[in-house]
């Protein structure tokens, strides 16, 4: 029992679909369950007119309330442990949360003044380079034609895609054109303004387990120096949304999710912080009915470790499924016969990788050989 508070338990769920590309079955996502409650972040900074979420991870919310009138919360869709807290004018209060337990977790919360250009909704610098300042100029004008809260739900469609993924593919081909290819990867490192953050069936919820729909997101802004990530989105509550703001860290380690990019991906990308070294391996072993899948433990430059289960050996994004740990492994109940039972052709893979961040800089170590599991 000890052993198991300590780590992550994996549980097969029954069979869900991907929904990015048409005609692609998908393989059973897994749910994580994690240890005990905590919320997202125990500060926020939050501009005026500003919007950032606050998740809570590992339990079950009853409620969310607020000291003074500086900022306005919003329940994100249907998921009550995660709100929206946007900033309405200058000071600071708490933002708490009561679990169903009655427990109470708190969040201090500072709302600064915003700067011109923000507040009166013009361009401003997106990921530094004048490439990005163009596209982010391209995605903020399509702001006046899908204003903030207007609706964008299932009920909207481009080429073939609907709601979220529709509105990402649009602003994404407004800001490159139809003909420019896609890249995908799982490199948080290299985010860049127009980017896709596609969160797919396994990405990991605010309660420790994993989501069973599909979201895309876009990428406004991601400044790495202040560990900040600025998104836009479709079918927010069946509405569009402007300005959502992460940490990259988060999505680094804790989101579950792939990036698909017009930016032609090289993976040899220079990074801030430095890489983890030393090669990964996978063993995996079995006891009491608990199975474990466990990583080549590394103790210098790495702070986590990114695994992707698939039931294609190419691994790609709409049948891959991300997990993050801090711990250099994950375990299930049951066989590694689990694993495949519904995988196609009842074969699955696995690779990983470890995490260093610093920051909001994020680099990757060299991915293990692929594990095939039976």
Same mark, same amino acid.
């Given at each position: 029992m000890r052993l198991l508070k300590k780590t992550v338990l994996l549980i097969l769920i029954a069979l869900l679909f991907f929904a990015p590309i048409a005609g692609a079955s998908a393989m059973p996502p897994l749910t994580v369950y994690a240890a005990s409650p905590s919320l997202s972040a125990k500060s926020l900074t939050v501009k005026v007119g500003q919007t950032k979420t606050l998740k809570l991870n590992n339990g079950k919310a009853k409620k969310w309330g607020h000291t003074g009138e500086n900022v306005k919360l919003a329940k994100k869709g249907n998921n009550i442990n995660t709100i929206t807290v946007k900033g309405l004018k200058k000071g600071t209060c708490v933002v708490a949360c009561m679990l169903t337990n009655g427990k109470i977790l708190k969040c201090n919360v500072k709302v600064t003044a915003a700067s011109s250009s923000e507040s009166s909704g013009s361009s401003s610098s997106s990921s530094g380079s004048s490439a990005d300042k163009k596209i982010y100029n391209k995605i903020i004008a399509m702001k006046s034609k899908y204003p903030e809260g207007s609706r964008y739900d299932e009920s909207t469609k481009y080429k073939g895609y609907s709601a979220c993924q529709a509105f990402a593919y649009l602003m994404s081909d407004t800001a490159f054109g139809k003909d420019k290819p896609y890249y995908r990867h799982y490199d948080f490192g290299a985010l860049r303004t127009g980017d896709? $953050?596609?969160?797919?069936?396994?990405?990991?919820?605010?309660?420790?387990?994993?989501? !069973?729909?599909?979201?895309?997101?876009?990428?406004?802004? +991601?400044?790495?120096?202040?560990?900040?990530?600025?998104?836009?989105?479709?079918? /927010?509550?069946?509405?569009?949304?402007?300005?959502?703001? /992460?940490?990259?860290?988060?999505?680094?380690?804790?989101?579950?999710?792939?990036? *698909?990019?017009? /930016?032609?991906?090289?993976?040899?990308?220079?990074?801030?912080?430095?890489?983890?070294?030393?090669?990964?391996?996978?063993?995996?072993?079995?006891?009491?009915?608990?199975?474990?899948?466990?990583?080549?433990?590394? !103790?210098?430059?790495?702070?986590? /470790?990114?695994?992707?289960?698939?039931?294609?050996?190419?691994?790609?994004?709409?049948?891959?499924?991300?997990?993050?740990?801090?711990?250099?492994?994950?375990?299930?109940?049951?066989?590694?016969? $689990?694993?495949?039972?519904?995988?196609?052709?009842?074969? +699955?893979?696995?690779?990983?990788?470890?995490?260093? $961040?610093?920051?909001?800089?994020?680099?990757?170590?060299?991915?293990?050989? $692929?594990? *095939?599991?039976?």
């Open positions: 896709i $953050i596609y969160q797919v069936p396994g990405s990991k919820l605010s309660d420790g387990s994993y989501t !069973t729909t599909t979201h895309a997101l876009v990428v406004l802004k +991601a400044d790495y120096s202040k560990d900040e990530l600025v998104l836009c989105e479709g079918n /927010y509550m069946g509405k569009a949304h402007w300005g959502s703001t /992460y940490s990259i860290s988060e999505f680094a380690l804790n989101a579950g999710a792939s990036v *698909t990019s017009r /930016y032609k991906y090289d993976a040899n990308h220079s990074v801030k912080v430095t890489k983890p070294s030393g090669s990964m391996t996978i063993k995996y072993s079995y006891s009491n009915g608990i199975g474990r899948f466990t990583a080549k433990k590394l !103790t210098k430059n790495c702070v986590g /470790y990114q695994y992707l289960f698939s039931d294609d050996k190419g691994f790609p994004y709409n049948r891959t499924q991300t997990f993050y740990t801090k711990d250099n492994y994950m375990q299930f109940r049951g066989t590694e016969k $689990i694993w495949a039972s519904n995988a196609q052709n009842h074969v +699955a893979y696995l690779k990983v990788r470890a995490v260093n $961040i610093k920051g909001g800089n994020v680099s990757y170590g060299k991915w293990s050989s $692929i594990r *095939t599991i039976r």
